[in-house]
């Protein structure tokens, strides 16, 4: 143990302190296994080293960047006596001090925290390509903030170094204050009965006679639980199947004997392991009595979840009708094909054409939607299993980690405030803290965005404590405080009003600040950027210059602590460009403790009192990756990767949950609703659970269909209740295991027509008739019966797959360990855990983990590895998030679809007209890419089901429906204007056929309607931006994937801008009425000209015809006023705010009405000439 004290000025550059006392042992309650550093960088800090015969060193602080100052320890212990020498190296300038935490005392870390912590959460790990990974501090502790921590040998009274007697060595007061015999003989006669650490008066037993027996107290240091133990770094060492210690992945490369341990240290295994000292009881520290440990497995034959079928009033009727439309599309595609129109055969060639690609794109959209299932949560289940109350004073949760990712690209398009609103819902969530960690991914390297999340941070130990203690409810503050309804309702405390005051007005400030740090920071800059040029001129004088020499000063980004932003400057300079800068990584919350941190006294300066209120806060962790010229960064998927190898390292929760900066968590308990699925019977399959996406600032009318329910209440719910739904991009919970590009633990085959006959097997080795490109990967676990099995393991885990990295290599198989069923819920030949195995201590992060990750951020890192291409998400597409999902469901997992009673995740969508159109072309491209790539369904596995197959085929084929759309939408007016029609005549079978798919269509949407719970609003609107989308956005994007594919050109991507909230006064939905011109508008805007031009044609040539055909005008018309009903909308953004039309909007109006007069004019002359003195000269071909 080392032992640091205070120096005085008049004292020694060197100081030796020797102590003794009677026989001790230093004994590590965290972990059986000892946790050494494997970097050497000259970062990694000191190391622990244990020496054979008794005797230990120990040093702290390293060398070259890391700090000289250090104390240098060492100890022996005899049978008689302990010695412990401590040489003390004062820090210098040059070098200052560092702590190392694994040598600090428990009592220390619990009273003064972590100084270890407080070096990395307050420093900036940069690092990358040709790069040394670097820590820059931002705030440096001085040696005199540090205080004295004694041994556990010596009294705590400050200037007593008596040692503690075998019968004063357990404190005498229940604080747990080390007292010497004679110090409290004294500070019960002269003290008045006061303890010195307390202040507290003594319990009855300074009273009594010293040699009165005292009880034990109650140790917190021995009755500490284990962490999680890890696997060891890579060599093969076996796991037993049903064994909850796994070895420490950060370990030695060395066998460990538990039972040893045991004997010598006299420990348990405490909490939530598989052994207990006897009969399942739990002894109490420094005594033999014992308490029984929790019971983590009640309530286990009660489910988690239930799945609740359609009712058969609704679904079956439902099915007929599909059953009924199929018939008629047949009849009337086959009267349409045998009766042709000789007057116009072009006209009917056109339509039987489109109408024939109509039928077979609704055939693929209904199909899927054969099984739609509704489900449900028990949350009471899930808390009394995973957090029993009973015997668990501690709160102990064996609920295995998440780690959640926010990304952001621009903090321009992405406004900062709107980023720190998601981050605080997140660090206020109901989960437990310790299995929570936050990860920020700043793509663009932005100073805003980092500031942003550091006042974000430090406005959450308000914001959190406020939520738990009053129940808020969204735990977004912007969300919060702009709500209509009553703020008191369901509100008890007296203290809530005075209290949510203080908050709201703290909250107003946060929101100055935030929006103020652009400005701020740029003056900043240039105030820094002057004194740096002053300083330069300065000494280019002193070197002999003139004044009127330029001296060339780089205009840098300054930080508020004087050193330079290490990502993107404004400026732009040379590695500090958005594509070109170092990857840094700032711990900007610390890992919690594992038990809650409770106040008893109120503290009078605090905003809210925090009594009886857990205060501790989440993990919390920017990243920004390397990003250098000449990489393929990979846009979102690649930042998304990069986290995951990141948070591997340093928190490697068994869960993942993706979240874009703008959707932030409404509902409190989401997290454990999704969890509900994954840790029931069954859930060991479940590569994901997917929330649907609501939305937050839409006008009310929702003019596009920014809401797209019929997608999210409808087609997903019908795919839930099959193989499950896709992967949307965000809101999303993932096994990491399943992210890593391992099968299920078990699988289905569908063989046969239709997928009829199901082959269930297990996966439990790989193939051997595979080659190594298609090598199934199994999950990572050791089985004795198995002798090849570590061999199969080795090559699941090759650095070609992962990477280099040995710690990211290692970790896997405690995140499968961790998302593993308990034993009463495992599936058939699947691995389970003992319940309350995960409730244990987080292991502390150390520099050399941050150093790691900082490793596997660079630019570099994914090089002749998988990532990409089977690990992770998926590269390739635009549309990641779907191609990411298909490959998981084409390995054999299943995914869910959990929509709760109140919306788990909120956020905003455009609701401006051009970038409405660009989102919805971004997705149709990434489809066109999908059809023109591997993930085609056509290629599926059988492991897919049918229909599964199907509805990812109709992912890739629907915007190739935009090229019969288009055409469609131009025949009525066609029509109009040659006088023809698409059939000879309105036959009665034609007008009866008609009429039965129209029916049969509505009715399919009624019911759909009801099962779904959607409104006819909705649908109707669905309906009408699928004609929008699909003459605007979906043949550019059909063009735009065709050139990819055949010229090799890419497609660019486009940032969807985030609207900020609107300020009081300001119109919420201003947004709206906002025009921007881009060529997208163009069809749209042609289609509706060409048709009412039409109307206009069509109407006044049978008016003045002598022989007027009623018929075919009335068809049409009908058809061009079908067209113009779903392009209403449409038509209404063009003309903005009060009516009014852009002036681009009537130049292209004029320009298409001149080109169709004429065209007309040439087709039907007056006089039946093509040569007339009003054509002025032109020519036609």
């Known amino acids: 143990m080392v032992i640091m004290a205070h120096d005085s000025p008049s004292s020694s550059p060197v100081r030796i302190t020797v102590s003794s006392s009677g026989g001790f042992r230093n004994v590590g309650l965290t972990s059986p296994v000892q946790r050494t550093s494997i970097s050497n960088s000259p970062l990694s800090g000191g190391e622990i080293r244990r020496l054979s015969g008794g005797r230990r060193a120990s040093g702290i602080g390293g060398s070259g960047g890391g700090g000289g100052g250090r104390y240098l320890s060492m100890s022996k212990d005899g049978a008689d006596e302990y010695v412990a020498y401590t040489v003390h190296i004062p820090p210098t300038p040059e070098h200052q001090f560092m702590s190392n935490s694994q040598n600090l005392s428990p009592e220390y870390a619990k009273n003064h925290g972590n100084p270890n912590e407080n070096r990395i959460k307050d420093t900036v790990f940069t690092g990358g390509f040709n790069s040394e990974t670097r820590a820059h501090a931002r705030r440096m502790k001085s040696v005199e903030e540090m205080t004295v921590v004694k041994s556990k040998l010596l009294c705590q009274v400050n200037g007593c170094d008596e040692k503690l007697l075998d019968k004063s060595s357990k404190s005498e007061c229940e604080c747990g204050f080390r007292i010497c015999n004679e110090c409290c003989i004294d500070y019960c006669s002269s003290g008045g009965g006061i303890c010195p650490g307390c202040k507290e008066p003594f319990r009855e037993a300074c009273e009594e006679d010293d040699d009165h027996d005292h009880q034990p107290a109650m140790s ?20 037993e199947n049903n064994f909850s210690l796994v070895r420490s992945f950060k370990a030695p490369n060395q066998d460990f004997d538990h039972t040893k341990w045991l004997f010598e240290t006299n420990g348990t295994y405490g909490f939530g392991n598989a052994v207990w000292p006897r009969e399942e009881c739990h002894r109490v520290a420094g005594g033999d009595q014992y308490e029984t440990p929790p019971v983590f497995n009640d309530r286990r034959n009660r489910p988690l979840t239930r799945k609740v079928g359609i009712s058969a009033a609704i679904i079956s009727p439902y099915r007929l009708l599909i059953v009924l439309r199929l018939v008629a ?7 349409r094909i045998l009766h042709p129109n000789h007057d116009a055969l072009w006209l009917w060639m056109m339509s039987v054409i489109c109408e024939v690609w109509f039928a077979f794109s609704w055939v693929l959209d209904q199909l899927p939607k054969l099984c739609p299932v509704t489900r449900s949560t028990d949350l009471s289940v899930l808390k009394e299993r995973f957090e029993p109350t009973r015997n668990n004073p501690k709160g102990l949760s064996d609920l295995p980690g998440i780690d959640v990712f926010v990304s952001t690209a621009d903090a321009e398009k992405e406004p900062p405030l709107v980023t720190a609103n998601t981050i605080l819902s997140i660090l206020a969530v109901d989960y437990p803290v310790d299995k929570l960690a936050c990860y920020l991914s700043d793509d663009g390297g932005s100073l805003v965005t980092f500031e942003a999340l550091a006042e974000a941070a430090s406005f959450a130990n308000t914001w959190v404590p406020f939520c738990r203690k009053h129940e808020i409810e969204p735990r977004n503050p912007e969300a919060y405080f702009s709500q209509k309804g009553d703020p008191l309702k369901n509100k008890r405390r007296v203290d809530f009003v005075r209290e949510r005051r203080r908050v709201k007005r703290e909250y ?32 280019q004088m002193e070197l002999g210059g003139t004044l009127s020499e330029s001296v060339k000063v780089p205009k840098a980004t300054w930080m508020s602590d004087g050193n330079t932003w290490h990502g993107t400057w404004f400026s732009g300079e040379e590695d500090h460009s958005r594509g070109n800068h170092a990857g840094i990584i700032q711990l900007m919350l610390v890992p919690p403790a594992p038990e809650c941190t409770y106040k008893t006294e109120e503290d009078s300066e605090a905003l809210i009192n925090t009594q009886n209120v857990d205060t501790r806060l989440p993990m919390l962790v920017y990243v920004s990756r390397e990003k250098r010229p000449g990489f393929d960064h990979n846009k979102k998927a690649g930042a998304m990767n990069a986290l995951v190898r990141a948070s591997a390292i340093m928190s490697n929760g068994s869960f993942i949950l993706n979240l874009d900066c703008d959707h932030y968590i409404y509902n409190s308990l989401a997290l454990r609703e999704g969890m509900c699925f994954m840790l029931d019977r069954g859930g060991d399959k479940i590569c994901y659970v997917q929330f649907p996406q609501r939305f937050e600032g839409i006008d009310p009318s929702d003019r596009y269909a920014n809401h797209n329910t019929v997608f999210f209440d409808v087609s997903m719910r019908a795919l839930d209740g099959l193989q499950g ?12 295991i399943a992210l890593y590009g391992f099968s299920p633990p078990r699988a289905t085959e569908h063989r ?14 790989m193939k051997k008739n595979k080659t190594e490109e298609d090598a199934e990967m199994i999950m990572p676990i050791v089985d004795d019966q198995n002798n090849d099995e570590d061999d199969e393991l080795k090559q699941a885990l090759i650095p070609e797959r992962f990477g280099d990295s040995t710690y990211l290599i290692d970790s ?12 009463e819920l495992r599936g058939k030949g699947s691995h389970g855990r003992p319940s309350g195995s995960l409730a244990v201590q987080r292991e502390p992060i150390d520099r050399a983990a941050i150093e790691e990750a900082i490793k596997v951020v660079t630019c570099f890192y994914e090089d002749k590895t998988e990532w990409g291409k089977r690990v992770g998400w998926i590269y390739g597409s635009i549309t990641e998030d779907v191609v990411t999902g298909y490959r998981m469901h084409n390995r054999g997992w299943r995914s869910v679809y959990c929509v709760t009673k109140r919306d788990a995740f909120r956020g905003t969508a455009p609701i401006n007209l051009t970038d409405r159109l660009i989102q919805v072309l971004r997705w149709a491209t990434g489809s066109v890419e999908i059809f023109f790539s591997r993930n085609n369904a056509l290629f599926a596995s059988p492991r897919m089901k049918f229909l599964q197959r199907i509805a990812y085929f109709n992912v890739g084929m629907y915007p190739f429906t935009s090229i019969f759309l288009l055409a469609y939408c131009v025949l009525p007016a066609l029509s109009l204007f040659s006088g023809k029609f698409i059939v000879q005549s309105l036959n009665v079978t034609f007008l009866i056929l008609l009429l039965a798919i129209t029916v049969t269509l509505s009715m399919l949407a009624l019911l759909e309607i009801r099962w779904s719970k959607i409104t006819l609003h909705d649908w109707w609107r669905n309906e009408q931006f ?81 022989f007027p055909e009623w018929s ?35 130049l292209w109006s004029m320009l298409i009405c001149i080109v169709v007069s004429l065209m007309f004019l040439y087709i039907h002359p007056p006089d039946g000439s093509r040569s007339q003195n009003f054509t002025m000269g032109l020519q036609f071909p």
């Open 508 to 539: 107003d400030e946060f929101k100055v600040r935030i929006n103020a740090l652009p400005e701020l920071i740029r003056r900043r800059s240039d105030a820094c950027n002057a004194r740096e040029e002053l300083l330069a001129k300065k000494e």
């Open 1026 to 1106: 699928w004609l929008i989308g699909g003459t605007s956005a979906h043949p550019v994007a059909v063009i735009q994937g065709l050139l990819k594919v055949i010229a090799g050109i890419d497609i660019s991507f486009t940032l969807t801008s985030k609207p900020a909230a609107a300020d009081d006064g300001e119109d919420e939905f201003a947004e709206l009425y906002e025009f921007r011109f881009t060529m997208l508008m163009i069809p749209p805007v042609t289609i509706i000209l060409l048709n009412v031009t039409a109307i206009a044609v069509g109407v006044f040539r049978t008016m003045y015809s002598p």
């Open 752 to 765: 046969g027509w239709f997928g009829g006959r199901k082959i269930k097997f297990s996966l439990r080795r």
């Open 220 to 239: 917190e240091e021995k009755d500490t639980v284990n962490p999680l133990p890890r696997r060891g770094g890579g060599n093969g060492i076996r796991l």
């Open 725 to 736: 739904p896709m992967y949307v991009g965000t809101g999303c919970i993932f096994r990491r």
């Open 1112 to 1146: 075919k005008l009335v068809g049409g018309v009908f058809f061009s006023f079908w067209v113009l009903s779903h392009l209403y909308p449409f038509a209404k953004g063009l003309m903005g705010r009060k009516g009014k039309i852009s002036t681009i909007v009537y």
């Open 812 to 823: 896997i198989a405690v995140a499968e360990f961790g998302g593993r069923l308990i034993h």
């Open 329 to 335: 599309l047949a009849l009337f595609l086959t009267w």
